[in-house]
């Protein structure tokens, strides 16, 4: 039995085989983001219908991720491993051969499942194998596995895209897919045997039902507008629902998603900027390459590389951002990363009407550095104020609140701009131009909540005691 003392050759490469995975998920969401003007064209389909390819993707995760603690208890990391990456690879072979957007739609939703059972899997390996004194490094590291997806994802979607067609970007994956399998099931392990345990179905459903409906009301309110009945009744069968799903989980002991530890003000706070980082990055991903496209008239390659330079920027700093945390403590990188992504979100506002190439990109580099400083220590910093017991029912509700953020992040803003499409139809540039300012605004407000969430961490919270 490996000792926790030190971080051992195999726990590095079980965590980046699953991050792989969790990798693979990002890079496809990222490069289909950037064709999404080319499916419009060849599928005959809407901005609103368009942007479920990531959004059913997120909704997906954002119900699979909270089983992740029962599964962690009832099956092998191993066996959780191979499941998830044959759903993956069965979801991309799918979507590479979809004769319609139904089964395209469909071969997402399957790789959703996959990416649910990966994510949490890797943070999990983290939390349960690796020292505490490495900790803000290996959730650097699983954070820059993920984060260098937004780099390679829009400029191979474009490229992709340009050179071979949009299934190039699923067939692209298959190899690497086929890498993380190998290397998983020959390094991951666990140390705690595998226990009875029963899943809470009722509490699933009715989570399930409380996060669709939410989608789907914000998704709505593009062509039914924000007070029409249909959305206004669809928010309030989602609130009834998550409420119902939470008070239940209060009165089990093995509750699907253990809502007791956001009783902790730390943790409840550091998830919260979490899921708040994730909607601006997730809205900014999907904003960038469509105005480029439909508004600054450049092609999906380009559009896709003004991704890159930010998105590499972001995935270096989020190590550094955790050898900081080890050395320094929290607040340096939270609080930086903070006022960066805040200022950035605030100029991409300002500037919008002027937005050029060159200065797309250097505002998301200075976004991305924000946010590659922010996200991983706030999570490190976050989990650290629970008790050991309760690390994987932490990890457990952040990755399903970040999936969650990411949905929302990508309806709302797809949402804003439909909007302003489908007022001024034959004057595509300009009512896209006029959408994505409105939704920068929107990705501000958001900015500047998890800017609050920061100050009372730091300012009113700042000398309590961590867990044991």
């Given at each position: 039995m490996e000792s926790k003392q030190k971080l051992t050759p195999r726990v590095v490469a079980s965590v980046i085989a699953a991050g792989i995975m969790s990798f693979s998920g990002v890079v496809v969401e990222s490069s289909m983001n950037v064709t999404f003007p080319t499916l419009m064209g060849e599928f005959g389909i809407s901005t609103a219908v368009v942007q479920w390819i990531t959004t059913g993707y997120l909704l997906v995760l954002s119900i699979i991720i909270p089983t992740s603690s029962y599964l962690r208890r009832r099956f092998t990391m191993r066996t959780l491993?191979?499941?998830?990456?044959?759903?993956?690879?069965?979801?991309?072979?799918?979507?590479?051969?979809?004769?319609?957007?139904?089964?395209?739609?469909?071969?997402?939703?399957?790789?959703?499942?996959?990416?649910g059972v990966a994510l949490p899997l890797m943070f999990n390996i983290i939390l349960e194998q690796v020292p505490r004194k490495s900790m803000g490094l290996m959730i650097g590291i699983a954070n820059f596995i993920t984060s260098t997806a937004p780099a390679i994802g829009p400029s191979l979607g474009g490229f992709l895209v340009g050179a071979a067609g949009w299934r190039a970007v699923f067939w692209a994956l298959v190899p690497l897919v086929l890498v993380s399998f190998v290397m998983g099931a020959a390094c991951i392990r666990q140390e705690a045997r595998p226990e009875p345990s029963s899943l809470d179905i009722c509490g699933l459903i009715v989570l399930a039902i409380g996060f669709a409906c939410f989608i789907f009301a914000a998704n709505s309110a593009s062509s039914a507008g924000w007070t029409s009945p249909l959305v206004l009744g669809l928010f309030a069968v989602a609130a009834v629902a998550i409420a119902l799903f939470c008070k239940r989980s209060l009165s089990q002991p093995d509750a699907l998603l253990n809502v007791r530890v956001l009783r902790d003000p730390v943790f409840a706070l550091s998830a919260l900027g979490i899921l708040l980082v994730q909607f601006c990055t997730l809205g900014l991903a999907f904003l960038i390459p469509n105005f480029a496209q439909l508004s600054l008239g450049i092609g999906a390659f380009t559009a896709g590389c003004l991704l890159v330079p930010g998105a590499l920027a972001g995935a270096v700093q989020a190590p550094l951002s955790g050898i900081i945390y080890d050395r320094l403590g929290a607040g340096v990188s939270i609080i930086t990363g903070c006022v960066v992504t805040l200022a950035s979100t605030l100029l991409f506002f300002w500037l919008a009407p002027t937005l050029t190439e060159p200065l797309i990109i250097c505002l998301f580099v200075l976004y991305s550095l924000g946010k590659g400083a922010n996200l991983p220590s706030n999570m490190t910093n976050g989990l650290a104020h629970l008790a050991s017991g309760q690390n994987a029912d932490g990890n457990a509700i952040i990755n399903t609140m970040q999936q969650l953020a990411g949905a929302i992040g990508t309806v709302f803003v797809s949402t804003v701009v439909a909007s302003a499409q489908a007022a001024d139809p034959s004057h595509m540039a300009a009512a896209t131009a006029t959408g994505t300012q409105q939704a920068f605004l929107l990705v501000v407000a958001f900015a500047a909540a998890e800017a609050v969430c920061t100050a009372i961490i730091f300012g009113v919270f700042k000398n309590r005691k961590r867990a044991v």
């Open positions: 491993f191979i499941v998830g990456a044959s759903c993956f690879l069965a979801g991309t072979l799918a979507a590479a051969l979809a004769p319609a957007f139904p089964v395209l739609l469909a071969g997402r939703l399957v790789q959703g499942v996959g990416t």
